[in-house]
């Protein structure tokens, strides 16, 4: 199932990518995804989850597109500023949606926390034990599934047209 609109994709592939950097990014985010679809997504699931109810899983892939070097961010080298749907002065990865979804937006979560940096990425979070926040939890679940999806998605459009223009 498709995930990325036609608006998104269209804006994603303004960003200069190789196929390369496609490929790193599918690693990259099959790993995540794998990683969130073990997580529990029912009150079922839940109600058989461990004791501890923490998790955290960390790839070491990182954005290929990031200029960060010695502690400094560089982003007025970056690729992202031709897809930077508003005007940031930095972080312009973080304002691009993937389903809808933005860095921004997923770093944000209270029981799913997903973060991509320039030398890694994190799942870090806990499953609630009190079921009035399920429904929060899962839409944050999802809601990650849906942003790593996109990656994958856009991922392989690159790799697909980059093969049709050979």
Not at 5 to 14: G, S
Not at 44 to 57: A, N, V, Y
Request: net charge negative; proline share 2%.
């Amino acid at each position: 199932m498709k995930v990325l609109t036609k608006e998104e994709l269209e804006i994603l592939l303004k960003v200069e990518t190789s196929v390369e950097f496609a490929n790193q990014i599918i690693k990259r985010n099959q790993g995540l995804l794998d990683f969130l679809n073990t997580l529990p997504a029912t009150k079922e699931e839940i109600d058989e989850w461990d004791d501890d109810c923490s998790f955290r899983h960390v790839e070491h892939f990182g954005c290929p597109h990031c200029h960060y070097e010695k502690g400094v961010f560089e982003c007025e080298k970056c690729v992202w500023q031709k897809a930077n749907p508003v005007s940031l002065e930095k972080f312009f990865c973080c304002a691009i949606t993937f389903g809808g979804i933005t860095h921004e937006f997923i770093t944000s979560f209270e029981y799913v926390y997903l973060s991509y940096s320039a030398d890694k990425e994190k799942i870090i979070g806990t499953v609630p034990d009190d079921e009035l926040e399920y429904d929060d939890y899962f839409q944050e679940l999802e809601d990650c599934k849906t942003f790593v999806k996109g990656h994958i998605e856009w991922a392989k459009e690159v790799i697909k047209r980059a093969k049709k223009n050979e």
